[in-house]
C-alpha cells in the first residue's frame, strides 16, 4: 500500500497551480463521466421504450388486419404490410413458440403490451396466445391462433439499444471537455498568479531590501496579502536604515577618541609599545570601516548593467597579482574570452577581490575558473593551496568577524567581514557562495550567478 501510495505521489505537482488545476480536472472527468453514464442509460432506456412501444403497436395492427382480412387474402395482406425493423410476421399451420421453452418474461410482455391482445372486442381476441425465449437472447417468439386454427407467429428482436445519439457524439463530447479543462487551466493561472507574484517580490526583496513594492490590486484577499506584505518591507527598510544609521555614528563618534589615541601614542617614549598601541588603533579603524562597509551594503543601491564576467575576472586576478608580486605566478584565470551577463559590476568585483585576497592571503593561491553552460547557473570556482577548513566550520566562516584561528593566519590583519561580504553580494545578484575542502588538498570557493 505504502508503495503505491509512493508511486502516485510521483505524479502529485509540487506547485500550488498544478495541484488544483489537476484536483479541478479530476473533479471535471469524473463529473463528465457521471453524466456521460447516466445521459447513456437514460438514453438506452428511452430507445428500449420507443422500439417495443412501435413493435406492439404494429404487431396489433397486423394482428388486427390479419383478423378482419378473409383467409384466402391473409397471405397477400401480409406481404404488403409495412413492418418495423425487429419484428416479422408469418401465416403457419403450427405456432413458432413451443410450450417447452419458457415464456417472455413480465418486463418483456408488459413493454410489448401483450395483455392488450385479451382486451377490447371479442373477436379481435386470439383462441391461444402462446409465449418463448431462448434466455441470454433478445429475440422473443409470440405465437396467436387466429378463430380458424392458423396460426399467426411473430417474431420479435430487440436489437441492442445505442447509447449516443450519433457517431460524432463522443467527439464533440471530448471537444466540450477539452475546452472546459483548458478554461480551467487558464482560470487556475490566474487565480494563482498572485501567489507567484507574492513569492517574486519576496525573493527580489531577499536580493534588494529597496525593491518596488507589489501593487494592491485584484481580490480582497490578493489585496490584504500584499498590503501586509509592503508593510513587511517597509519595516525592515526602516529597520536596516536605522541599524546602518547607528553603525554609522558610532563609526564616527569613534574615529575621533581614536585619533586623540593616535596622537597620544606619538608621545610615548617606549617604542616598542608606540608601536603595538599604533598597530591596535589601525586594527580598530580597519574593522570600523569594515563594519560599515558590511552593514550599508553598498550593492543593493548599485543599479544593474551588462558586464563581462570575463574581462571582470580578469582586471581582479590583475590587481592582485600587482598587489602580490611574490605570489604572481600563483595566480590564473581560465575560462571564455568573454561572457556577458546582468550584474552590479563595482559590487561584484568587490566580492571577487574579497574571494581572491583570501586565497593568496591564506592558501597562497588563486586559480579562478568561469564557467558558463546552457540553461545553468554561471559558476566563478576559486581554487587555493591552503590548509583547508574543517567540515563542521566551512559554513560558520561567514558569519561577520567569525575567524578560525587554527586554519586562517590572524597576522593577517582581517576583520572577518570578507566572506561574509562576498555571499551578501552574490546572494543580492541572486546567487551564492560556497566552500568546499579540495580531496588534493586546499579550499574550492565556488560561487554562483544566474544563468
Known amino acids: 500500500m505504502n508503495g503505491i501510495i509512493t508511486g502516485l505521489g510521483r505524479f502529485w505537482p509540487k506547485s500550488l497551480a498544478g495541484r488544483t488545476a489537476l484536483v479541478l480536472l479530476v473533479a471535471l472527468a469524473l463529473i463528465q463521466a457521471a453524466g456521460l453514464t447516466i445521459h447513456a442509460l437514460d438514453r438506452m432506456d428511452l430507445q428500449r421504450f420507443v422500439q417495443a412501444r412501435e413493435i406492439s403497436t404494429r404487431a396489433l395492427s397486423a394482428w388486427r388486419t390479419l383478423v378482419l ?25 403450427t405456432p413458432a413458440a413451443r410450450p417447452d421453452q419458457p ?7 408488459r413493454m410489448l403490451r401483450l395483455e392488450f391482445l385479451n382486451q377490447g372486442p371479442q373477436r379481435f381476441r386470439p383462441r391461444e396466445i402462446l409465449t418463448s425465449w431462448q434466455p441470454g437472447s433478445t429475440r422473443f417468439l409470440v405465437s396467436l391462433r387466429l378463430a380458424d386454427g392458423e396460426w399467426c ?31 480551467a487551466l487558464w482560470a487556475v493561472r490566474r487565480l494563482i498568479r498572485p501567489v507567484r507574484d507574492l513569492a517574486e517580490a519576496a525573493d527580489r526583496l531577499g536580493r534588494d531590501v529597496n525593491a518596488p513594492p507589489l501593487p494592491e490590486a485584484g481580490p480582497s484577499e490578493v489585496a490584504t496579502a500584499a498590503h501586509a506584505f509592503n508593510t513587511m518591507a517597509a519595516r525592515i527598510r526602516r529597520f536596516v536604515g536605522d541599524r546602518t544609521q547607528m553603525l554609522a555614528a558610532i563609526g564616527h563618534d569613534l ?69 602580490r608580486p611574490d605570489r604572481a605566478a600563483a595566480i590564473a584565470y581560465a575560462g571564455p574570452a568573454r561572457l556577458t551577463a546582468p550584474a552590479r559590476p563595482v559590487a561584484l568585483k568587490r566580492a571577487l577581490a574579497n574571494l581572491v585576497g583570501n586565497a593568496l592571503a591564506y592558501g597562497g593561491a588563486a586559480r579562478l575558473a568561469l564557467v558558463a553552460e546552457p540553461n545553468q547557473p554561471i559558476r566563478i570556482g576559486i581554487e587555493d593551496d591552503g590548509p583547508g577548513i574543517p567540515a563542521a566550520e566551512l559554513e560558520n566562516v561567514f558569519q561577520p568577524f567569525r ?14 567581514l570578507g566572506l561574509p561580504i562576498a555571499r551578501n553580494i552574490f546572494r543580492a545578484h541572486g546567487g551564492d557562495v560556497v566552500l568546499r575542502n579540495r580531496p588534493g588538498g586546499g579550499l574550492l570557493a565556488e560561487a554562483t550567478l544566474p544563468g
Not at 153 to 180: C, E, G, I, K, Q
Not at 411 to 416: K, S
Request: hydrophobic share 45%.
Open 69 to 93: 382480412a378473409p383467409p384466402d387474402r391473409r397471405q397477400q395482406i401480409l406481404a404488403g404490410l409495412e413492418l418495423p425493423p425487429g419484428l416479422a410476421v408469418e401465416l403457419d399451420d
Open 103 to 109: 415464456p417472455v418474461p413480465q418486463p418483456i410482455a
Open 153 to 183: 407467429n411473430l417474431r420479435v428482436d430487440l436489437t441492442p439499444p445505442r447509447p449516443w445519439h450519433s457517431d460524432t457524439f463522443l467527439l464533440a463530447f471530448l471537444a466540450m471537455t477539452l475546452a472546459a479543462a483548458a478554461l
Open 255 to 323: 574615529r575621533t577618541p581614536i585619533t586623540r589615541l593616535r596622537l597620544r601614542a606619538e608621545f610615548m617614549e617606549d617604542d616598542e609599545q608606540r608601536r603595538k598601541m599604533l598597530a591596535d588603533l589601525d586594527e580598530m579603524e580597519q574593522m570600523i570601516a569594515g563594519t560599515l562597509a558590511f552593514a550599508r551594503d553598498d550593492s543593493a543601491t548599485e543599479p544593474t548593467v551588462a558586464v563581462d564576467l570575463a574581462a571582470l575576472c580578469r582586471t581582479v586576478l590583475d590587481e592582485a597579482a600587482d598587489a
Open 403 to 416: 575567524r578560525l584561528e587554527n586554519s586562517r593566519n590572524r597576522e593577517t590583519g582581517g576583520a572577518g
